[in-house]
């Protein structure tokens, strides 16, 4: 009989350690698992037999509810293996419950359900380490997997040219600089099941003639980088990484960089100049990194989850995985769902579900209980949708239809006492906050806005005033080198079309 | 762990050579500055500003660029922190579940506002973008500690 303990960020930030400390003076010594991702569940106590079967569950365990985890403990284990769960004093089982049962995993299919640092079998990277790297790559088009970091940009075509591109030297960078607020898919994946990452860069290095592998990770994550740094020493000991991979002839190296709190390193070629040791400021595309990155040279740059996926492509086979989703938006999403929702947390599926699906049927409402009134999907630079857009389908095609974007899979729920003029400032600060300073429509245009709109009070802000927001949007958007001025109008404008009477005094 | 170490850095009793060795290590490898500062940074909290010219020399560039690099990321700080750091979350997640009200009540609770300390310096606060936590928010961290569905009670309790 075992007692398994979830311990991500989650549960640790939910008093799962003050549980484990507990269990430790009874004598039992925990499992610490991954969190299957029903965060307002956590922490999460399991009781599982010697064949890894479930017993019998606790949620939201707290220190008092120690004794009684202990005394079903020991009775279960009076009555040997094999007996059928005993009772289940959980309001409902994580593993069953609809949150997580109706989801389809590929990404996070170990999450949860093994400890995070149990060696999975590798054979599918046996396999894929014998095949030509081209075919990879053409399994990798096949599959049509785009980024999922944000822009959902069809991955391989970045594969094949850094495959193409003649260089002494090529890199694999892993972008683990997840700062969009309502994202944590990235971090639940490092801390869940850091193997899959690991495997997934190893396939990138070994189709790209990659030798050298980074993962640029965000300082607020302390926990992965627990998991991260373990889990790399275990696979170099298990020659996983290192000199001849599993005994190929590939040899493949992973290092862990940890950032310093700037959300702008979260662009490409701003994290390639903090990698390098510099100030994380953006650079001029081209030339792509895919051409002249790292160094100048070759690389190829993607987010955890985009790496993360590849291992379930040729698990399933690149035709399979095309089949999921809609049309070009192909494969599985590891949603996020958070804010005020009654039921938060990681929502893995194929693409093509709408919004209000994952705020209600997952969601289930807010946690106010209060109406919910708008959405924020895609981070910080995201579009805020109105009620009668959450019956839009989650792909890329259909959200960029109505002027927003997946991102990173972030949902964020407000309820009705949100103020949409405040969260238009907010966008501008936040902007203002985070800005590289190299563009000038960036860097003041943030000001600008944050101050032009703070002068007057929400319902009243004069017609003049939100002119001048649109030209600076404008400018804003078609002047500035990335994303960061370039989609601060986004959450701005949304804010101001689909809720204008929180702006201008009502007619 | 952060090895808080309450003694004056510019004083400290390590020489010149003590500091070269202590930062030679980070030299060969990539993105090397960034691991030095993330290394002071753990170490003492802090990256204190006679740590610059040691910096310069080992890597070899201006202590300007030194400075540019510390002053660019939010988490290298040229003044040492106060006895606790509250970051309390300030992005659209946690503000959908109330962290404008509860960066106000935990301003008063602590008498000093968002990006300032105490008087007796044992308490600063400190505005964070994104803890990851966004399902369980609103999100704060007392030094290393995560705290999800804070209120003013919680954070103060785990600073007792």
């Known amino acids: 009989?075992?007692?398994?303990?979830?311990?991500?960020?989650?549960?640790?930030?939910?008093?799962?350690?003050?549980?484990?400390?507990?269990?430790?003076?009874?004598?039992?010594?925990?499992?610490?698992?991954?969190?299957?991702?029903?965060?307002w569940l956590e922490p999460v106590v399991q009781i599982r037999n010697s064949d890894h079967r479930l017993i019998s569950e606790f949620t939201k365990v707290s220190v008092e509810d120690v004794p009684a985890i202990v005394e079903l403990?020991?009775?279960?284990?009076?009555?040997?293996?094999?007996?059928?769960?005993?009772?289940?004093?959980?309001?409902?089982?994580?593993?069953?419950?609809?949150?997580?049962?109706?989801?389809?995993?590929?990404?996070?299919?170990?999450?949860?359900?093994?400890?995070?640092?149990?060696l999975p079998s590798f054979t599918l990277l046996e396999n894929l380490l014998d095949q030509d790297p081209n075919q990879i790559i053409a399994g990798m088009e096949t599959s049509w997997l785009r980024g999922r970091g944000g822009a959902g940009f069809p991955a391989f075509i970045k594969w094949r040219t850094v495959a193409?591109?003649?260089?002494?030297?090529?890199?694999?960078?892993?972008?683990?600089?997840?700062?969009?607020?309502?994202?944590?898919?990235?971090?639940?994946?490092?801390?869940?099941?850091?193997?899959?990452?690991?495997?997934?860069?190893?396939?990138?290095?070994?189709?790209?003639?990659?030798?050298?592998?980074?993962?640029?990770?965000?300082?607020?994550?302390?926990?992965?980088?627990?998991?991260?740094?373990?889990?790399?020493?275990?696979?170099?000991?298990?020659?996983?990484?290192?000199?001849?991979?599993?005994?190929?002839?590939?040899?493949?190296?992973?290092?862990?960089?940890?950032?310093?709190?700037?959300?702008?390193?979260?662009?490409?070629?701003?994290?390639?100049?903090?990698?390098?040791?510099?100030?994380g400021q953006i650079k001029v595309k081209p030339p792509v990194p895919a051409i002249a990155g790292l160094f100048e040279k070759p690389t190829l740059v993607h987010n955890v989850i985009s790496l993360a996926a590849v291992p379930?492509?040729?698990?399933?086979?690149?035709?399979?995985?095309?089949?999921?989703?809609?049309?070009?938006?192909?494969?599985?999403?590891p949603f996020q769902i958070s804010g005020n929702v009654k039921q938060g947390g990681l929502i893995e599926l194929p693409f093509g579900h709408t919004v209000n699906e994952l705020v209600y049927n997952y969601g289930s409402g807010t946690a106010s209980g209060r109406p919910v009134r708008t959405v924020q999907i895609g981070g910080p630079l995201g579009a805020?949708?109105?009620?009668?857009?959450?019956?839009?389908?989650?792909?890329?095609?259909?959200?960029?239809?109505?002027?927003?974007?997946?991102?990173?899979?972030?949902?964020?729920?407000?309820?009705?006492?949100?103020?949409?003029?405040?969260?238009?400032e907010y966008a501008f600060e936040f902007c203002e906050i985070e800005s590289c300073g190299k563009c000038t429509p960036c860097r003041i245009g943030s000001v600008r806005g944050k101050e032009a709109l703070r002068q007057f009070?929400?319902?009243?802000?004069?017609?003049?005033?939100?002119?001048?927001?649109?030209?600076?949007?404008?400018?804003?958007e078609k002047a500035s080198l990335c994303q960061m001025g370039g989609m601060t109008p986004i959450p701005v404008r949304s804010a101001i079309q689909k809720f204008p009477e929180d702006f201008i005094p009502e007619q | 762990m952060l090895k808080r170490v309450r003694e004056d850095q510019s004083k400290s009793g390590s020489s010149p050579s003590d500091r070269h060795s202590e930062l030679t290590r980070f030299v060969d490898r990539v993105g090397g500055l960034m691991h030095a500062l993330?290394?002071?940074?753990?170490?003492?909290?802090?990256?204190?500003?006679?740590?610059?010219?040691?910096?310069?020399?080992?890597?070899?560039?201006?202590?300007?660029?030194?400075?540019?690099?510390?002053?660019?990321?939010?988490?290298?700080?040229?003044?040492p922190p106060a006895v606790h750091t509250i970051k309390i979350c300030q992005a659209e997640a946690c503000q959908s579940l109330?962290?404008?009200?509860?960066?106000?009540?935990?301003?008063?609770?602590?008498?000093?506002?968002?990006?300032?300390?105490?008087?007796?310096?044992?308490?600063?606060?400190?505005?964070?973008?994104?803890?990851?936590?966004?399902?369980?928010?609103?999100?704060?961290?007392?030094d290393d500690r995560l705290i999800a569905r804070a209120t003013p009670d919680s954070v103060s309790l785990s600073i007792e």
Not at chain 1, 8 to 29: N, P, W
Not at chain 1, 205 to 230: N, W
Not at chain 1, 314 to 320: H, K, N, R, V, W
Not at chain 1, 460 to 476: F, G, K, P, S
């Open chain 1, 164 to 279: 193409d591109t003649p260089a002494d030297q090529k890199y694999v960078v892993c972008n683990a600089d997840e700062g969009d607020s309502g994202t944590f898919s990235d971090r639940m994946l490092m801390e869940g099941d850091p193997f899959k990452l690991i495997e997934g860069m190893i396939i990138a290095g070994y189709a790209t003639g990659a030798t050298q592998g980074f993962i640029y990770l965000r300082s607020e994550y302390p926990v992965a980088k627990e998991y991260l740094d373990r889990a790399l020493e275990i696979a170099y000991t298990e020659k996983l990484l290192g000199k001849n991979v599993l005994n190929s002839n590939f040899s493949f190296d992973i290092e862990v960089l940890i950032g310093a709190g700037a959300y702008i390193c979260g662009e490409e070629t701003s994290l390639l100049e903090s990698l390098e040791g510099k100030r």
């Open chain 1, 1 to 39: 009989m075992n007692l398994h303990i979830s311990d991500d960020s989650f549960a640790r930030a939910l008093g799962s350690e003050s549980v484990e400390f507990a269990l430790k003076t009874h004598g039992i010594e925990p499992i610490r698992t991954g969190s299957f991702g029903l965060a």
């Open chain 2, 38 to 79: 993330n290394w002071l940074k753990e170490e003492y909290g802090y990256v204190d500003a006679s740590w610059i010219p040691t910096l310069a020399d080992v890597f070899n560039i201006s202590q300007a660029e030194v400075r540019g690099v510390i002053s660019f990321y939010h988490d290298f700080k040229l003044k």
């Open chain 2, 98 to 142: 109330g962290a404008r009200q509860l960066t106000k009540d935990i301003e008063a609770k602590f008498g000093t506002n968002l990006g300032s300390r105490t008087s007796d310096n044992r308490v600063e606060l400190e505005a964070i973008y994104c803890l990851g936590l966004c399902a369980v928010g609103p999100s704060v961290q007392v």
């Open chain 1, 457 to 476: 009070s929400s319902n009243n802000v004069d017609a003049r005033t939100l002119v001048v927001i649109e030209e600076l949007c404008e400018v804003m």
């Open chain 1, 73 to 118: 403990l020991n009775s279960t284990q009076k009555q040997g293996n094999g007996d059928p769960p005993t009772s289940n004093p959980a309001e409902l089982s994580v593993s069953s419950h609809p949150f997580y049962t109706k989801q389809h995993r590929l990404v996070f299919d170990r999450a949860g359900v093994c400890p995070p640092l149990q």
């Open chain 1, 312 to 333: 379930g492509i040729f698990e399933i086979g690149p035709e399979a995985y095309a089949q999921l989703g809609v049309g070009k938006s192909t494969g599985t999403m």
């Open chain 1, 384 to 424: 805020y949708l109105s009620e009668s857009e959450f019956d839009t389908p989650l792909t890329y095609e259909a959200m960029a239809e109505i002027g927003a974007g997946i991102g990173h899979g972030g949902l964020v729920v407000f309820d009705d006492t949100v103020n949409l003029k405040e969260q238009a």
